[in-house]
Structure formats: C-alpha cells, structure tokens
C-alpha cells in the first residue's frame, strides 16, 4: 500500500507533518479528516516536488480577479474556514466564468490531496512564481492566512500604482493620437478642396504656402503614408516579441524625458515590495531577488538585478553592495538597503522603499496631470491657428488690395 507524506493542522496555530498508508490521496484525506484533522499538503512518499505543467488560458482573467480572489481566500482562512470551503465559496463569488472554473480546478486539486501552491503553480499566466513561492512558504510555515494578506495587500497596492501611472500615460497618448488623426483627414481630403480655390491666386503669404504644399502630399501619398505607419506597427510589433529588441524597446523607454522616470519608479517599487514580501516569508535572498527581479516588466533592469543576484549567490557579495553596481538602482534604495542590512531589517527598509516610491508616483502624477492639459491645448492650439492663418492670410491680403 503507498505512503503519504502530510502536513495537517490540528487547531488554531498547531500543526502535524507525518506519513500514513492509504489506497489513495483522497482515501488518505478521509483518514486526516477522520482524526479530526485540516490537511494542507497530501502527497505520495518520493512525488517530485516539482508541478504540472503550466495551463494556458484561452480566455481572458484580468489581474483584478487575481487580486480580488487572494483578498477573499484571505479573509476566509483568516476567519478559520477550511481551504477547500474557502476555494468553493470564492468560486460562487467569482463573476468571471473563466476564473471560476480555474478556481474549481484548484479545489479540485486540493481536494485529491495536493498542495495550494503546486494547484495555482499550473496557472502561470495568473499566479507568478512570487505568488506560488509565497504560498508555498506560508504552508510550510503554517501560517497561510498571514502570507495571503500580505500578498493581497500587496497587489491592491501595485493596483493602484499602475493606475496612476496608466493614467499619466493615457490622456496625453490619447490626446495625441486624436489630434493626429483628425489633422491627418483634415489635410487629406478636406483642405485639397478648399485650397484650390487659391491656385489662382498670385504671391500667396508663406503659411498658405506651406500648408498647400503640406496638403498635397497628403492628399496624393495618403495610401503610403497609412502604409509606413502599418508596416512600422508591425515592425514594433515583431521586434518586441525577440529578447534583444525588448531590450531596446525597454531601454529608450528608459531615457525617455518625463516617462522614463515614472517607469523606474514604478519598477522600484515592484521590486522592493516584492522582495520585502519574500524576505519576510522566509525565502532565501538569492531566490527572492531572482523571484523579485522576474516580476519586473521592464527587461533592462531586470537582466541588472538578475545579474546582480548572480554575484549574490557566487561571490557572497552583501545585498547593498551588488545593488550599487546596477546603473538603473537609485542611490536611496541602495542606502536604504545597507542601513536594513546593518539592523537586520532588510524586509521592513524595503518596505519602507517601495512606500516612498508610491507616494512619489502619486504626487508626481497629479503634477503630470495638471500640466499637461494645458500644454496639450497649447500644441492643438497651435496647429489649428496655423490652418486657420494659413487659409485667411489670403483674404485679408485680397481686400487690401480691393
């Protein structure tokens, strides 16, 4: 008969790990339960710690499911509700019909006796290798509910900062996309038409010239013009899907005046957040930082913090010390991290660093914000007096001249 290795709890902050014969996982739960038992990990005696291969999703689940799922698993096994029960009840509050079916595969799993973390590790497209490991380490520990508050909090507060960023970005890209598209139709097939009635005209002012001239381009190599803009979309389009132009795409994101310094921000605060979140769990620094430096979108300081992770782990360098050689680390994190390091509070320095950097998105991003409009409203302005100039000089030169 096969032995299981368990871990169950036995009440409010005690657990037991041991082995038993069963036919089964499921029969080796029942006999768990049977004792009066929580089981929180069953697994067969020599199973590779190692999950399933990661399920693709083919429908949508937007990350505030994911967000809103840990807050609810959270608050269930904080309040003492069995995990499977929690699951059942998240999956009858989940509107998203594809979420819910990824969390009834999840109970399931738990149900035949795996673990939480090796369930959510065959999503990878929802749960990151942060979020599993941070599981893992809150069952290892006993204190799961602890760790998905924490995650939980987490996630609501990264939220929030990519709201704010997302919203400093949009309003100018839309702006600037409508004002775009409406002066391209303008001068393509609407001032053609009205121009003409100035070909006849002699010694026309400059702007009306130019604006002619502007307008027949438009006009006459109008296919061409829509066919470079498509052909350069999938040019981008390709070239962010090979490694090295990611990289490139990433890197002058960075250098880019105003936004650059919002995408670093942002990328500190991840990955301080992240890797406080980790330390605090129990995670060895090496893994946290690689873990840390994963979640990262921005591909240039990531490839710098994972190799500064590597001289970690090899050289046995101090974590402030390889943090100063990354070019994309401000000095504060780097100070921030020797002093946590000196009073043996690394996770809560890091913490505190990923607080500051929020609170300078914020403030930034209402600055941004109020700035902005009337810039965008200045260049619009601006365009839009020059056609105007452009299609009245003429008149006014003409009845002078009457």
């Not at 509050?93 to 799993?109: G, H, K, L, S």
């Not at 050289?315 to 401000?330: D, E, I, N, W, Y």
Request: proline share 4%; hydrophobic share 50%; aromatic share 8%.
């Amino acid at each position: 008969m096969p032995i299981f290795v368990y871990k169950a709890k036995l009440g409010p902050g005690k657990t037991e790990e041991g082995e038993l014969a069963a036919e089964s996982r499921t029969a080796a739960v029942e006999q768990l339960s049977a004792r009066g038992m929580i089981p929180v990990w069953v697994k067969e005696k020599g199973d590779a710690d190692e999950s399933a291969p990661g399920i693709r999703l083919r429908r949508r689940v937007k990350r505030r499911d994911v967000t809103l799922f840990t807050r609810q698993l959270s608050s269930l096994t904080k309040s003492g509700v069995p995990i499977l029960n929690a699951l059942l009840t998240t999956a009858g509050q989940t509107d998203n019909p594809a979420f819910r079916r990824v969390v009834e595969m999840i109970e399931a799993d738990i149900r035949e006796g795996g673990m939480l973390s090796d369930a959510l590790a065959r999503f990878p497209d929802l749960f990151s290798g942060v979020y599993v490991n941070m599981v893992r380490a809150g069952e290892s520990s006993g204190k799961l509910d602890i760790i998905l508050q924490r995650l939980a909090v987490a996630r609501e507060k990264e939220d929030e900062v990519r709201r704010r960023v997302q919203s400093a970005i949009a309003y100018p890209t839309l702006v600037i996309v409508v004002g775009m598209l409406t002066v391209f139709v303008l001068l393509t097939f609407f001032m053609p038409r009205v121009i003409s009635l100035f070909k006849n005209f002699d010694d026309l002012p400059l702007p009306t010239r130019a604006l002619m001239g502007i307008s027949s381009v438009f006009a006459g190599y109008w296919y061409w013009i829509v066919l470079v803009c498509i052909l350069l979309g999938l040019a981008y389009r390709r070239m962010s899907a090979t490694e090295k132009g990611r990289f490139a795409i990433d890197n002058a994101k960075l250098n880019l005046p105003l936004f650059g310094g919002f995408i670093m921000r942002h990328q500190m605060s991840v990955f301080s957040r992240t890797l406080s979140l980790l330390i605090e769990a129990g995670i060895n620094l090496d893994r946290a930082m690689r873990l840390s430096a994963g979640a990262l979108v921005n591909s240039v300081i990531r490839k710098q913090l994972l190799d500064a992770a590597d001289e970690t782990v090899n050289q046995g360098a101090p974590f402030s010390t390889t943090l100063k050689k990354v070019r994309a680390v401000p000095p504060m994190v780097v100070n921030m991290s020797a002093v946590g390091e000196q009073g043996g509070r690394l996770d809560e320095a890091l913490s505190e660093v990923a607080g500051f950097y929020e609170s300078e998105i914020d403030q930034q991003t209402r600055v941004v914000m109020s700035l902005i409009e009337p810039i965008l409203i200045l260049v619009v302005g601006g365009i839009v007096g020059f056609i105007v100039a452009a299609m009245l000089l003429p008149i006014f030169k003409l009845s002078i001249s009457l």
